[in-house]
């Protein structure tokens, strides 16, 4: 089974920017496509950003132009580079599959962004 642990989260003032990080214990190539995914407190968890095997990216609208996400395959770790963050991006992060999860979720990583 492939445990996931997130890192790379903090408190930044607005405008700032954080990169996350995705560690897997196995190969990232067994799945087609990694995600971000981020629960803020009182609402679900949602998708924010994809990206396929090939590279291929996908992102919200809330994010878009803001967040980049890769992945080192060698390294079998995710990214998520996050610049000019907003208060409401405020939440905890976390990486799974996608397009929809299929790992035991990690403890996710925890961001927040002041005003």
């Known amino acids: 089974q492939v445990q996931l642990v997130e890192s790379g989260g903090g408190l930044v003032q607005a405008g700032g920017s954080l990169r996350l990080s995705c560690a897997a214990s196995g190969s990232i190539l067994d799945f087609a496509g990694m995600g971000w995914y981020r629960q803020a407190p009182g609402k679900q968890r949602v998708l924010v950003a994809a990206?396929?095997?090939?590279?291929?990216?996908n992102y919200d609208d809330s994010v878009k132009g803001r967040f980049t996400n890769s992945r080192d395959n060698a390294k079998n770790t995710v990214y998520l580079q996050m610049n000019s963050l907003k208060p409401e991006d405020t939440a905890v992060y976390y990486c799974n599959t996608q397009p929809r999860a299929t790992i035991t979720w990690g403890q996710g990583t925890q961001v927040t962004v002041s005003s």
């Open positions: 990206i396929t095997r090939g590279g291929y990216t």
